[in-house]
């Protein structure tokens, strides 16, 4: 079957498979990666493994450090400001979808949550133009949402925003194509999405960053005491830590975020050239920002919506139905989607139209 769910999402074959093996003993230590202590020399291995060839993939420099959290990334939607403010006292947000939304409405709990600009107006199906947001030159950063998973749109670069930080949400494009880090001030995303299960939160922070929380912030939540701690300040999702070390070398092996990147654009631009080719099937996102990771479209006549996914999921196409919070149908084709995925989707959705018309 081809898995097209939103998160948590398919995983590369070629990684389920070594965790399969790997499962009852891993590499001859006589146990699997649950049942090893997080401060055993194996597991230490693995840890450092998994930081080095992320940072070897994202190509991230040397004055980032990379933590491994837990808590996803609507816990990151209250650290992001409790580490962040650094006694300032506002912080801009650019609104383009339900993910974004609910970190604005987090931020108000610790300052003045400034809405820069947002695509509210237009359903987010747009971006706001950059020459329209109403950036505050005192604000603390910058908070954007690279890919909105649910409205299926994306930055196709990240925003200048001057020399304040720039933060962003990107649980569901996080290392989906070539990235320049030294962009950003923070990076956060959860795993289950493009680089393994659920329960690993991954925090790029530049490192002049942190160390200056809001009085208050609990230990567990500030970056610095995380990073001192080698992300072990308490026991660690291991073995989400252990498969996603297993999905960054699999990038590494596919010829790194270059080659999936274009594999990524080549299987979106098939489905919304399908998409644009007819009217049984329609995307309403504004083509310079349609997601390359999740491509929602709804089908002309809605009484039709339960047939279609009741027939998808028997061609062996499940996890289609869109967010409730907008309905219809939603194709995500993370990473781990093979091409072959997104062709037999097509077909079922060609059959679909010509049997349904
Ligand atoms: N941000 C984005 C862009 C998401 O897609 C999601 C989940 O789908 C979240 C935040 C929430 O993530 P979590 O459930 O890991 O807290």
Redesign the pocket.
């Given at each position: 079957i081809f898995n097209f769910s939103?998160?948590p999402a398919t995983l590369p074959l070629p990684v389920l498979e070594q965790v399969q093996a790997e499962l009852l003993d891993w590499r001859g230590a006589g146990m699997g990666v649950m049942e090893m202590s997080h401060r055993d020399k194996e597991f230490m291995s693995i840890a450092a493994d998994c930081e080095r060839d992320m940072r070897e993939v994202l190509n991230i420099p040397a004055n980032y450090k990379v933590l491994f959290m837990q808590g996803?990334?609507?816990?990151q939607f209250a650290l992001v400001p409790q580490n962040l403010l650094r006694g300032k006292t506002s912080a801009d947000y650019i609104v383009t979808g339900e993910?974004g939304k609910k970190a604005h409405k987090e931020m108000a709990n610790h300052g003045r949550a400034n809405l820069a600009a947002t695509s509210e107006a237009s359903k987010f199906t747009d971006i706001p133009d950059r020459a329209q947001w109403k950036l505050d030159p005192d604000a603390a950063f910058v908070h954007i949402?690279s890919?909105?998973?649910i409205h299926g749109v994306e930055f196709p670069d990240a925003p200048d925003v001057g020399s304040v930080p720039l933060v962003s949400?990107m649980?569901?494009s996080f290392a989906s194509r070539p990235l320049d880090v030294s962009k950003y001030g923070l990076i956060y995303a959860?795993a289950?999405?493009n680089i393994g299960p659920?329960g690993l939160?991954v925090v790029i922070v530049r490192d002049d960053l942190i160390g200056q929380v809001t009085p208050g912030t609990f230990n567990i939540h500030n970056y610095k005491s995380v990073f001192d701690n080698d992300s072990m300040l308490n026991t660690p999702p291991t073995f989400a830590w252990y498969v996603c070390g297993l999905v960054f070398k699999w990038i590494k092996d596919q010829g790194g975020l270059v080659a999936i990147g274009e594999r990524n654009a080549r299987k979106a631009a098939a489905l919304y050239d399908y998409l644009d080719s007819q009217d049984f099937y329609r995307n309403p996102v504004a083509k310079p920002v349609r997601s390359k990771m999740n491509v929602p479209f709804v089908l002309a006549n809605t009484e039709l919506d339960a047939d279609f996914l009741k027939g998808a999921k028997a061609a062996g196409l499940p996890g289609l139905k869109g967010h409730r919070i907008v309905g219809g149908m939603r194709a995500s084709i993370y990473n781990a989607m093979p091409e072959e995925g997104v062709a037999a989707l097509i077909s079922y959705m060609k059959e679909f139209a010509r049997t349904h018309g």
């Open positions: 939103a998160g996803g990334a609507t816990e993910w949402t890919n909105e998973t949400d649980s569901s959860g289950q999405k659920a939160t």
